[in-house]
């Protein structure tokens, strides 16, 4: 099977396979701790979004309005999920870079695609780099927290931070020369997007690896998100 092939082979039933999960899911949530619930709605989220792209995409032509749309409740739902789970103190200065982010991917959304309408060929994709830039600070302040105490008693958090921190760092790398991927006429732009979408769904996959592994090792819990 040609590289190509296993891309779209993956961007065609990736979906499927998560939402499949997301069903088996049901019968182990009770076991779950809200961490890892959380982690199930996020799945869900990003299942709802990749529906609404093809189903766009299909009726318009193109879907790329909707990226910051994307990107602001992924923006939205780690800053969530970092101060409730994984910072153990307020830190006002990452607090206001993520409320900054989420204004400004606002801001672009107005402004691309309310005041003017900017083609697919014109669009610059900078929410997305915001979006990975303001995770990839949540990362770091994370590691320079535990870092100072010297006390990181789960390695699962620490596992799922690096996760992150790469995950966000390489989608940032992909989304900087979005304009070639659009315009670029040879088929050396298939092997970009075969790499980002393999990389969505290792992510995804991780997520998935990491739910499990919390139903199968803790007992029913009580607490609920």
């Known amino acids: 099977m040609a590289l190509k092939d296993f891309g779209f082979l993956l961007a065609n039933y990736g979906g499927i396979a998560i939402f499949l999960f997301l069903l088996v899911s049901a019968f182990f949530y009770k076991r779950l701790d809200s961490q890892r619930r959380s982690m199930i709605f996020y799945l869900g989220l990003m ?3 990749e529906v609404l792209l093809v189903v766009v995409g299909l009726s318009t032509g193109s879907n790329h309005m909707l990226l910051p749309i994307v990107c602001f409740a992924e923006l939205a739902f780690f800053f969530y999920f970092f101060t409730r789970y994984l910072f153990k103190r307020k830190h006002v200065v990452v607090s206001i870079l993520g409320f900054a982010g989420l204004a400004y991917i606002t801001f672009e959304f107005c402004y691309n695609f309310i005041y003017h309408h900017v083609t ?14 303001v995770i990839i600070i949540f990362s770091l302040t994370y590691l320079l927290e535990k870092m100072s105490t010297y006390n990181e008693s789960r390695w699962d958090n620490f596992r799922l931070n690096m996760v992150l921190l790469v995950n966000y760092t390489l989608s940032t790398i992909f989304f900087l020369p979005f304009n070639f991927m659009v315009n670029e006429k040879s088929e050396i732009k298939f092997y970009f997007w075969i790499f980002n979408i393999f990389l969505v769904y290792a992510f995804y996959a991780f997520l998935i690896v990491e739910i499990i592994r919390n139903a199968s090792a803790k007992p029913r819990v009580k607490n609920s998100i």
């Open 47 to 49: 299942l709802l979004f």
């Open 120 to 133: 697919p060929q014109e669009y610059q994709p900078y929410v997305k780099v915001v979006d990975n830039f």
